[in-house]
Structures are given as structure tokens and as C-alpha cells.
């Protein structure tokens, strides 16, 4: 499988540039002519795919629609035993030069300063996420940080982790597999009570689920924070400041100015 993504000038408009994406495959492909039926909602290339796949649901209707409201276009070609690509095109506002650079430095300012969280030895933090790609992103998000991650891809996983290490922090999602994130979260705190000679860790919780409820579930399975998802740098680690604070940390480092 292949992406290919190119912003060229809208041949249209001299204030636009067009964002051409295009995802190509080696799978089974299908005839042409079932092409344009694929967009519709629930649609079947033939009852052989549907029995080996299943439809294509309304994964598909869904994108044609969000293409066409930002005034684009989505198009498939695909040849049976050869593959398919998948392509879609919209229209981006080109800007201006100052445009760019005022951009640029608001970016710079309101970025979160690449120093260490902790003063003194790194900030040991687990992870548990089951998504790998959520997985990369908060790994990114605090790379600029002096951290130490621990990955966990379900809430099981990460107190088995949480038993074998200490550490300073655990960020723990709400929904996965195996084991949720609040009866983790009960269980690394009863793991806490049963041992008194571990510290209490702090623990926020990541949850795209940001309602009042929620909160006060992760608040009552322990969690001391809630930084809802999609998560940014700067909720990120003002997220893991918070519940830094919670824990009582004395070596909370102070952002530089």
C-alpha cells in the first residue's frame, strides 16, 4: 500500500491551491463499473467480496460526503486482481507570505517549552493506549521532555507493568480492550493499598469521552486528572503538570519564560 500526497495551484483560482491525496492498494481490486456504487451507503462489490469482507458500510459515503462539503472531489480506479487507488482532492486557501510567518511565530509562542517536566532524574511515565497510532503521538508530544515511556496496549498489560516498575506517572485511556482504563485504574490503586511501601502514583486519564460524568468516573476509580481527547502538546503536558501536582511531586520543573 502507497500514500501519495501533493499540493499544487488551483488551476482555478490564484488564491487557492489544491491538496491532491491518493491511497493505492495490491488487493483484490474490482471492476470499474462497480466504481461509483461503492460511495453509496452499505454497498457490495459482488456477493463473493461480501462473503470473504464484508460491505464497504458507510465508511466510504461518509468520506464522499466531507470531500464534497469542503468543496472537493473523491474518485476510485480499480482493476480486478491488481488493486485500487483511492484519490480525493479539495481546495486550500494559499497564504500570503506574512500570513506564513505571523502563523510560524504564533505556532513558536504557544508551543510548550522543550524543557524537562521534573527537575533531576527522568520523568518515568507509562503509557497505556491500545491505538498505535495514539501511541506515537503522545511519544512525540513528549519527546522534547526528559522522559522515559513505557508502552502498554491494554489496561492488563499495563499493570503488569505498573507491578514490575515504579513510576512517576501513568497515563492510562478510558476505552480498550482486555481491560478498560477505569478498572485498571482500581486496580493499580489497589495494588497501592496492599503495599504500603509504594507511593501513590498520580494518574491522568485520557478519554475522548469529556462529559461531567466522566470525569467524576475517572475521579472516583482514582484517576487525578482527565485530558480529553484529541489531545495537543500543550494539554498534554499541562495535563501531566496537573497531575504531577496532584501527586505532590517536589521536583516539578518551573517552564522557562
Not at 55 to 66: D, E, F
Not at 81 to 105: C, E, K, N, Q, Y
Not at 121 to 133: F, G, T
Request: glycine share 8%; aromatic share 4%.
Amino acid at each position: 500500500m502507497s500514500l501519495t500526497v501533493d499540493v499544487e495551484p488551483d488551476a482555478a483560482s490564484s488564491s487557492l491551491n489544491r491538496l491532491r491525496v491518493a491511497v493505492q492498494d495490491s488487493g483484490i481490486g474490482f471492476d470499474e463499473s462497480l466504481a461509483a456504487s461503492l460511495f453509496d451507503r452499505f454497498s457490495q462489490a459482488d456477493n463473493s467480496i461480501t462473503r470473504r469482507f464484508g460491505g464497504t458500510g458507510i465508511g466510504l459515503s461518509i468520506c464522499k460526503q466531507l470531500v464534497e462539503l469542503m468543496g472537493g472531489h473523491i474518485q476510485v480506479r480499480s482493476q480486478p486482481g491488481v488493486g485500487s487507488t483511492f484519490s480525493f482532492d479539495i481546495p486550500l486557501a494559499r497564504p500570503a507570505a506574512d500570513d506564513s510567518t505571523a502563523f510560524a511565530a504564533a505556532e513558536a509562542e504557544s508551543a510548550p517549552d522543550a524543557v524537562g517536566l521534573v527537575a533531576g532524574p527522568a520523568l518515568r511515565i507509562l503509557l497505556v493506549e491500545d491505538n498505535d497510532i495514539n501511541q506515537e503521538i503522545v511519544a512525540l508530544m513528549l519527546a522534547p521532555y526528559h522522559v522515559e515511556l513505557e508502552i502498554a496496549s491494554n489496561g492488563h498489560l499495563g499493570l503488569e507493568c505498573f507491578q514490575r516498575q515504579i513510576f512517576d506517572l501513568v497515563l492510562m485511556d478510558m476505552q480498550m480492550p482486555v481491560m478498560d482504563g477505569l478498572t485498571a485504574i482500581r486496580a493499580l490503586r489497589a495494588l497501592e493499598a496492599a503495599d504500603p511501601a509504594r507511593v501513590r502514583t498520580p494518574i491522568a486519564l485520557l478519554s475522548a469521552n469529556a462529559m461531567e460524568q466522566h470525569r467524576l468516573q475517572g475521579a472516583e476509580a482514582g484517576a487525578d486528572v482527565h485530558i480529553s481527547k484529541p489531545i495537543t502538546p500543550g494539554s498534554l503536558i499541562d495535563g501531566v503538570r496537573q497531575a504531577l501536582l496532584a501527586g505532590g511531586t517536589d521536583r516539578l520543573a518551573r517552564p522557562i519564560a
